[in-house]
């Protein structure tokens, strides 16, 4: 059984229940119709005011991930991305000539289906605009736990309208294009009819589910987006250390450490730290200063059994060990664990980091494997930054930013260009036709 939550513009807090994607898939392309004649400024213009709405209501702005959100959804920001992803945001809405009498345009895909994880939740809002921009339909699966915070999200779309070269266009239009539903993921049947009705598959989740969804069938033509299970970490070179903003470092650091409970894929489960002037252990302590500070501000979320347990068990390995050290809260605002053993750690979540000092921040290299999404970077000298990031990124490291940056929603991600991505680019070419 599917249950549906929005459909043709209208919230169901109970949900519609189908047996199957057929009414659902048959309003959503005949919705998409729709789209044809928005002109992309137009479409950008309502998420921008949609951006100003949610960005004032104290509510929304409490869920993990929305402030940024808000940002990224500004048609300043959007502008930027566009332009990355397209170089011409006109491709958008007819063909441009490129070349003599050769022409492009960025054509829709059709239905796009997203299956979200739960790790984020706001990640289904980054996937539907962008693929809204792009003039696609979109039909959702979002897990049960984060149904209501998209449903919160999307809810004022509704009512916003915006007049552009004296036309009025309606957030709702947009929002018919939208359907947010959820089955069971055991479900294969349901999966599988999900999958052979799109025109693009965007998947968001942990290995085992994008390999059972990988499997399904689907169209010829259908484009996949994929953003599997990634790790991610931070390092500290000599000079950043020994600076005299090594303490707004950490900070930065630890805001990483907490967003999300570590549960995204962007999220640092080990810092490296250069050997410098500074020990190891005044570089924790510090640390433990910056936690403590910071935690104030953003109390513990619910952490779940499962990670509740690893942490105690990690606390109880590190604690009893003789050649590691342990630092952490009496609760679980923190946890710190030092060792000497060159490895990438199996991540714990819930604020847990470890401590790893190199030589040389370079050495992290042997390290680097696809899985390797993001390196946290904390670096004095550019060149050298570039440099670092040149060698990584060679290896298999998609994202390198500064601390304080590692969760921020950016393009290209996972080293796709969403949007790009999202369209079809078709060719006019009529050179000596006349």
């Not at 345009?105 to 605009?129: D, E, F, P």
């Not at 513990?300 to 809260?329: P, Q, W």
């Not at 053993?341 to 991540?347: A, C, H, R, S």
Request: net charge neutral.
């Amino acid at each position: 059984m599917v249950k549906c939550y929005t459909l043709n513009g209208e919230f169901y807090g109970e949900g519609l229940s189908f047996n199957d994607f057929n009414h659902i898939c048959e309003m959503l392309k005949r919705n998409e119709e729709e789209l044809r004649y928005f002109p992309v400024e137009a479409i950008l213009l309502i998420i921008n005011e949609y951006s100003k709405i949610i960005s004032k209501d104290k509510n929304i702005l409490k869920e993990e991930g929305v402030p940024f959100l808000c940002f990224y959804l500004k048609k300043s920001n959007l502008d930027k991305i566009i332009e990355l992803n397209l170089k011409n945001k006109s491709y958008l809405d007819r063909f441009i000539e490129v070349e003599n009498k050769k022409f492009i345009k960025a054509q829709k895909r059709g239905l796009a289906c997203h299956w979200m994880a739960a790790n984020v939740g706001t990640l289904g809002i980054y996937s539907i605009l962008q693929s809204i921009i792009c003039r696609n339909s979109n039909l959702v699966r979002i897990p049960e736990d984060c149904i209501d915070l998209i449903i919160k999200l999307l809810k004022p779309l509704k009512d916003i309208e915006i007049s552009y070269e004296e036309n009025i266009y309606f957030g709702k239009d947009l929002l018919k294009n939208i359907c947010i539903v959820n089955f069971p993921s055991s479900n294969l049947e349901l999966n599988k009819c999900m999958s052979i009705e799109a025109d693009c598959r965007v998947f968001w989740g942990g290995e085992e589910a994008l390999n059972s969804i990988r499997s399904l069938p689907q169209r010829t033509n259908c484009k996949d987006i994929i953003f599997g299970p990634k790790y991610s970490f931070a390092v500290f070179d000599k000079d950043a250390i020994e600076s005299i903003q090594l303490e707004k470092y950490l900070e930065n650091l630890v805001i990483d450490i907490i967003a999300f409970n570590q549960k995204a894929c962007s999220s640092p489960h080990v810092l490296f730290l250069e050997k410098s002037s500074i020990s190891i252990e005044e570089v924790t302590q510090r640390l433990i200063k910056v936690f403590k500070k910071v935690t104030k501000r953003y109390e513990v979320n619910f952490l779940g059994e499962r990670t509740v347990a690893d942490i105690i068990n990690k606390r109880g390995e590190y604690a009893l060990s003789l050649d590691k050290m342990l630092h952490c809260s009496k609760g679980f605002e923190y946890t710190i664990l030092i060792d000497n053993e060159f490895k990438l750690e199996e991540p714990i979540g819930g604020r847990t980091i470890f401590l790893k000092e190199v030589d040389d921040v370079f050495e992290v290299e042997k390290l680097i494997t696809s899985r390797v999404q993001t390196v946290g970077i904390a670096f004095k000298n550019e060149d050298r930054a570039i440099n670092f990031a040149e060698k990584v990124t060679k290896i298999g490291v998609d994202r390198v930013v500064k601390v304080g940056y590692m969760n921020l929603y950016d393009s290209p991600w996972d080293g796709s260009f969403v949007i790009s991505d999202m369209v079809r680019w078709c060719s006019l070419n009529i050179n000596g036709m006349i």
